[in-house]
C-alpha cells in the first residue's frame, strides 16, 4: 500500500553499500564524467593523431584514472618534427665505431663471406625482432624505458633502469673515443701528418716512416730479412721481436696515449685528450639541451654526411693499386669456419652492439612518434640500412688497407689491425700515401666524428628522457639536469684519458653491456611472448600502422628469438675467454672490477622485482607476482582519440586479466590504494559517449 511519501520506498529498503563500495562507485561516476568531458575538449580543439604536441601523465595518481587528457593537459612532451627525423636518429644510433673497426675485422677473421651466413640468420632471429619489438612498444605508449616498464609489467620496471645505466656507463668510454678523434681531426690540418715522420719528441730509436727510403732489417729471432723499394714494416710481428716499428702505430701509442705498461700504472692526464674530451662532451650538450626538437635537426648533417664520406673514400680507395686485393680477402670465404663456435659468438654479439637492442635508445626515440607512424617499416628497414652500411664500411676499409699491404709490400693480414688499431695506425698510415694526404685524412676523422657524435647522443638521450619521464619534475631543468649529467660524466670519463685509459676502455667495453643487454632481451620476449601475448602486441602495431602483420613475429617473439638469446648466454659463459689487450693480460683485480660493472647494470631488475614484491598486499606469493607482472590498466596510447580505438579492439578481443580474488582484494591496487574500476568502466562505455556538435 501507498504511504504518504507516495509510494516511495523508504530508506530501509534500500540495500546497503559498504564505505568500499561507496568509494568504487563515486570513482566510476568521477572517471565517466572526466572521460566525457576531455573527450568533448578534445574534439572541440582538434586534437587528432596527427599532432605533434603530445601531453604526458601529470602524476602517478591521475595516471591511474585512465591517461586522457583530463589528467595531464598542463604538461607537453616532444615529438619528431617529421618522420625522417625519426628514421635518421634510429640510423644514427645504430651505426658506430663498431661498424668501422669491429665488423670489417670480425668478417676478415671469421671466415669472410661465409662469416655473413651466421651473422644474417641472427640478424633475422634476433635483431629485426628486437628493434621491431622496442620501436613498437615505445611508439604505442609514448614512454621510455622506466616509465614504460612500471605500466607494462611493474615487477620489471627494474628492466628500465638497467637500460639507463648501461647507457650511462658506454657514455663513459665513448666519449673518450670521441677524443681520439677529434685529437686526430685536429692533427690533420697539417701539410705534413705527424704519424709520417718520426718526431724525436715522442718517437723510439725503433721508430721508421713508411714513406722513407728502407733498407733490409735483421729479425735476430726468426733470422728473417725483409727488403723492400719503399719501406718496410713489420706489424704482424710481436712487439719484442722488432727491430722497427711504423711512425703511426708509434705516434698512436706513445704520443696520443703515452700508453702505460698496464692498468696498475694509470699515470698522469694527458691534457690534450682532457681537452677534447671536454670538447666532446660540449658538443654533446649543445645537441641534447633543447630535446628531441634540435637534435632532429642536427641529424640532417651528422647522420647523412657519413655515408656520403664512405662513399668518396670507397671510390678512392678502389682506384688505388692492390685495393681488389683487400677487398677479395675481406669476402673469401672459408666455410671451414662455420664449425668454430666463437664465430657463431662473435656474429650473435657483433648483432646486439650494431642493431642496439636492449639499449633503450630505439625505445626511447619510437617514443617520440606519432601514434600512427609505420613503425612495422622502420623496425624492419633500419636494421637492413644497418647491415648494408656495416659492409659498405669493410669495403672502404679493405680497399685502403689492400693499397697499405701493396705499397710495403707485406701480407695484407700483417696490415689488418683489430678495434683502435685499424682506425688509428692502419687507416692514417694508409691514408698518408696519397695524394693531399691531409684533405683524405680530415675527410676520414670527419666521418668518424659524425659517426660517433650520433651514436653518443643517442645513449645520452636514452639516460636523459628515461630519468626525466620517472621524475617530471626534472623536465622544468632538462637543460640544468642535461649540462650536470655531461659534467659528471665528463669527471668519470678523465681515468679513461690517463696514460693507462685505454686498458679501463677496454674494461668498461668488454664487460659493462653485454650480459645485461642479454638478459633484458629475454625478459622482454617473455613478456611479450607469455604475459601481454604476441598476438595482442601484433595487434596493437595494426592498430597504429592500419594493417595486420604476420604471424612470424609471434612466433619469433614467443620460441625463436627467445630461443636463441639464452642460447647465446649460455654459450657466452661457457666460451668465455679472458680479456687480453695487445697481448697484455689484465691482472685478477681488474677483472673483478669489469664484473661489479657487469653486475651493477642488471641488479636493478631482480632488486626491484623483490622491493615490489614485498610491498604487495596479496596474501601469497603467487597472487603477488600475478598482481605486478602484468601490464597496468593505464597501459596503452596516449592520445584519447587513439585510447579509444585501443579499447574498441580490447572490447572484441579482451585480454587474459588476472582472476578475480577476494571481495576485499579485489579493489586494492598493488600499492595498496583504492583501484579505479576505470578500465572495464571506459571499455564498455568509451565507445558509445556521443560526441558533442561543433
Not at 635508445?361 to 607512424?373: E, K, P, Q, R, T
Request: proline letters at 6%.
Amino acid at each position: 500500500m501507498a504511504g504518504a511519501d507516495g509510494g516511495r520506498k523508504s530508506p530501509v529498503d534500500v540495500p546497503s553499500m559498504t564505505l568500499q563500495e561507496r568509494k568504487c562507485r563515486i570513482t566510476q561516476l568521477r572517471d565517466l564524467f572526466i572521460f566525457w568531458h576531455w573527450n568533448m575538449w578534445n574534439t572541440e580543439t582538434n586534437d587528432t593523431a596527427s599532432s605533434y604536441t603530445v601531453t604526458a601523465p601529470l602524476a602517478e595518481e591521475d595516471a591511474k584514472i585512465g591517461r586522457t587528457e583530463a589528467e595531464h593537459k598542463f604538461r607537453n612532451r616532444e615529438t619528431w618534427s617529421g618522420k625522417f627525423e625519426f628514421f635518421l636518429s634510429c640510423l644514427g644510433y645504430c651505426v658506430g665505431f663498431g661498424n668501422i673497426w669491429r665488423f670489417p675485422f670480425l668478417v676478415y677473421r671469421n671466415g669472410g663471406g661465409a662469416f655473413l651466413i651466421p651473422y644474417i640468420i641472427f640478424l633475422s632471429l634476433c635483431g629485426i625482432p628486437l628493434v621491431l619489438m622496442e620501436m613498437a612498444m615505445g611508439q604505442f605508449s609514448s614512454l621510455t624505458a622506466i616509465h614504460l616498464f612500471g605500466k607494462f609489467s611493474p615487477l620489471f620496471k627494474g628492466v628500465g633502469y638497467s637500460m639507463a645505466i648501461i647507457s650511462f656507463f658506454v657514455c663513459i668510454y665513448y666519449n673518450t673515443i670521441m677524443s681520439w678523434v677529434i685529437y686526430y681531426l685536429y692533427s690533420s690540418f697539417s701539410w705534413v701528418l705527424p704519424w709520417t715522420v718520426c718526431d724525436p719528441a715522442w718517437a723510439s730509436a725503433k721508430c721508421f716512416a713508411l714513406n722513407h727510403t728502407a733498407h733490409p732489417i735483421n729479425l735476430s729471432l726468426t733470422n728473417v730479412t725483409l727488403v723492400r723499394n719503399n719501406g718496410e714494416s713489420s706489424v704482424g710481428l710481436d712487439k719484442e721481436d722488432r727491430m722497427q716499428i711504423p711512425a703511426s702505430e708509434e705516434f698512436w701509442n706513445r704520443h696520443v696515449l703515452r700508453l702505460s705498461t698496464g692498468i696498475d700504472e694509470t699515470g698522469s692526464l694527458r691534457p690534450e685528450l682532457l681537452l677534447c674530451l671536454a670538447i666532446a662532451w660540449i658538443s654533446v650538450f649543445l645537441c641534447s639541451f633543447k630535446g628531441i626538437r634540435a637534435s632532429g635537426k642536427v641529424v640532417y648533417v651528422t647522420a647523412t654526411c657519413p655515408f656520403i664520406m664512405l662513399i668518396v673514400l670507397l671510390i678512392r680507395g678502389c682506384t688505388l693499386p692492390g685495393a681488389m686485393q683487400g677487398i677479395w680477402l675481406f669476402l673469401c670465404p672459408d666455410f671451414s669456419r662455420l664449425k668454430d663456435f666463437h664465430v657463431w659468438i662473435d656474429a650473435a654479439m657483433q648483432i646486439f652492439y650494431a642493431m642496439a637492442p636492449g639499449w633503450g635508445g630505439l625505445l626511447s626515440f619510437a617514443s617520440y612518434n606519432d601514434f600512427h607512424v609505420n613503425v612495422y617499416r622502420y623496425g624492419v628497414a633500419i636494421p637492413i640500412v644497418n647491415f648494408f652500411t656495416s659492409m659498405l664500411c669493410g669495403f672502404s676499409v679493405f680497399s685502403v688497407v689492400g693499397f697499405l699491404a701493396h705499397q710495403s709490400d707485406t701480407p695484407v693480414d700483417h696490415v689488418v689491425a683489430q678495434g683502435p688499431g685499424l682506425t688509428f695506425i692502419a687507416y692514417p698510415e694508409a691514408l698518408s700515401q696519397l695524394p693531399f694526404a691531409p684533405a683524405w685524412a680530415v675527410l676520414f676523422f670527419l666521418t668518424l666524428f659524425t659517426i660517433g657524435i650520433d651514436s653518443q647522443f643517442g645513449m645520452f638521450e636514452t639516460f636523459l628522457s628515461a630519468i626525466c619521464d620517472e621524475f617530471r619534475f626534472l623536465r622544468k631543468y632538462r637543460g640544468t639536469f642535461t649540462a650536470l649529467s655531461c659534467l659528471v660524466l665528463f669527471l668519470l670519463g678523465m681515468i679513461c684519458v690517463t696514460e693507462g685509459g685505454m686498458y679501463w676502455v677496454q674494461i668498461i667495453d668488454w664487460y659493462c653491456a653485454f650480459m645485461t643487454l642479454m638478459i633484458i632481451c629475454i625478459v622482454e620476449c617473455v613478456l611479450i611472448g607469455y604475459i601481454y601475448g604476441a598476438d595482442r602486441f601484433r595487434r596493437d602495431i595494426a592498430l597504429m600502422i592500419g594493417h595486420p602483420i604476420c604471424a612470424f613475429w609471434s612466433i619469433s617473439w614467443k620460441y625463436l628469438t627467445l630461443a636463441t638469446i639464452a642460447s647465446i648466454l649460455f654459450f657466452n659463459f661457457y666460451f668465455q675467454t679472458p680479456i687480453v689487450y695487445e697481448g697484455y693480460v689484465f691482472p685478477k683485480w681488474s677483472v673483478a672490477v669489469g664484473w661489479t660493472l657487469a653486475v651493477s647494470s642488471s641488479l636493478p631488475i631482480p632488486i626491484y622485482a623483490v622491493w615490489k614484491l614485498s610491498r604487495s598486499p596479496e596474501a601469497t606469493l603467487l597472487r603477488r607476482i600475478s598482481a605486478n607482472i602484468r601490464c597496468r590498466p593505464e597501459y596503452g596510447p596516449l592520445l584519447s582519440v587513439n585510447r579509444q580505438a585501443y579499447l574498441k579492439d580490447l572490447a572484441l578481443c579482451p585480454p587474459n586479466f588476472p582472476a578475480r580474488r577476494r571481495p576485499e582484494e579485489d579493489d586494492l591496487s598493488a600499492e595498496g590504494e583504492p583501484l579505479s574500476p576505470v578500465f572495464p568502466l571506459v571499455q564498455s562505455t568509451a565507445i558509445l559517449i556521443p560526441q558533442p556538435q561543433r
